[in-house]
């Protein structure tokens, strides 16, 4: 046992996109609730914990890349930001270093900081939040995370075994989009804003966060939303974006059908989701933001062919979607690789325009698979809050 710091705690959050940012900034509130803002923070991280007052370390556009071969030209960008990341932890010692999500990034951090910190005769407890998909990975994934970090924040109930048989501490926290405002948004506010009817259809196209994604996605999106057009002649087409891809979406979207508008902004999102019909979403966390806004959608996805060559080599798994994993049925089409067609897109999309008991039917799916993700009483954030306060009053790295 250490004795408690006789200055506030720093905490060393670091996130690789968007989705992570996202939890980051939760957190940062949870632990000022609980620490009654006693604490400081330090790491990397995107919008949404800028907003909390983190000045972060690097630009974390820089890290948000997806795929095998894809992330091969950044290795070396990469590799060096680890090793200024892991100077900067050395040098100001926080008092917890916590990752989220992003495992090929993050571990590679664990790794440089545990090796560094040994080599100066310091330790800090080393936490991972959001378990890599070892369901999908094979066992092989649940080791690696094992011998990295001292305790992990699952997110989903069935994660914990996987871990625990190799020895690692694990809390599972439960998925913080129950906590979020995904099914709070102004479905009249923006209707009336945008000047649409109530009975205007409203497609809501969500191409990515990651330019990886994005580049592959929007001109195949855009196809889509042209064959739709030309079947719902009245059709709108909103684009919530964020800001790591901002520009690439707001230029390539100009020339799409359905007058397409592009928002920024939580809330925003948010908003969209509530006027919205169906949606059209790059496969990700945002399913599980539109699942708690009730809103049907399909998830579609594309990578280079080698990646998803060597994907399918080094995977076993059913699904691409949580939703469709936690109630091991397909609730959500998934469009992927090579049927990721703008055909197969606009006619999925087709159907839950046209067909309100298929609607319907993934909106009951939606509600069973929140009760799953919430995790026991009180909010997910309070809980992974308590984990790290833990770790810091433990000082056991």
């Known amino acids: 046992m250490t004795a408690a710091p006789s200055r506030p705690p720093l905490v060393c959050i670091i996130t690789g996109e968007p989705s992570g940012d996202l939890l980051g900034g939760r957190l940062m509130d949870a632990l000022r609730r609980a620490t009654g803002g006693t604490v400081d923070f330090m790491g990397v991280g995107g919008e949404s914990m800028a907003a909390r007052g983190l000045d972060s370390l690097i630009d974390q556009r820089e890290l948000a890349v997806m795929g095998f071969i894809e992330v091969v030209p950044k290795i070396p960008r990469i590799l060096r930001r680890v090793r200024e990341l892991t100077q900067t932890i050395l040098d100001r010692r926080p008092d917890v270093l916590i990752t989220i999500d992003s495992w090929g ?3 590679r951090v664990h790794r440089s900081v545990r ?9 800090v407890p080393q936490l991972h939040y959001v378990a890599p998909m070892v369901w999908a990975w094979k066992e092989k994934r649940a080791r690696d995370v094992a011998r990295t970090v001292d305790h992990l924040l699952c997110l989903l109930p069935n994660e914990p075994a996987y871990f625990e048989r190799h020895g690692l501490p694990v809390t599972h926290v439960g998925h913080p989009v129950v906590e979020g405002g995904a099914g709070q948004g102004d479905r009249t506010g923006f209707r009336a804003s945008h000047h649409l009817g109530d009975d205007s259809p409203l497609l809501v196209v969500l191409p990515g966060s990651r330019r990886s994604e994005t580049s592959r996605l929007l001109p195949v999106f855009g196809e889509a ?4 057009a030309r079947r719902h002649p009245g059709l709108r087409v909103v684009v919530p974006t964020v800001a790591t891809v901002a520009d690439q979406v ?5 020339s799409w059908a359905g007058t397409p508008v592009v928002l920024r902004g939580e809330q925003a999102r948010y908003d969209t989701f509530a006027a919205g019909d169906v949606a059209l979403a790059a496969s990700g966390t945002v399913s599980l933001e539109l699942a708690m806004a009730g809103l049907p959608h399909l998830v ?4 280079a062919a080698s990646t998803a060559w060597l994907f399918r080599r ?3 798994f059913r699904y691409a979607n949580l939703i469709n994993y936690v109630l091991d049925r397909f609730v959500i089409p998934e469009v992927l690789q090579e049927d990721c067609t703008a055909l197969t897109l606009a006619n999925t999309i087709d159907t839950l325009l046209t067909d309100a008991s298929v609607r319907a039917g993934q ?15 009180g909010l997910p954030s309070d809980r992974a809050a308590r984990v790290v306060l833990d770790a810091i009053a433990s000082g056991e790295g």
């Open 105 to 107: 990034f993050t571990k």
């Open 314 to 316: 080094l995977t076993s």
């Open 225 to 228: 939303v042209a064959i739709l």
């Open 363 to 377: 909106r009951d799916a939606f509600a069973q698979a929140m009760m799953l993700f919430g995790g026991g009483e």
């Open 250 to 254: 707001e230029q390539q979207v100009q």
């Open 300 to 303: 579609a996805y594309r990578v």
């Open 115 to 123: 090796a560094a910190s040994a080599a100066a005769g310091w330790k």
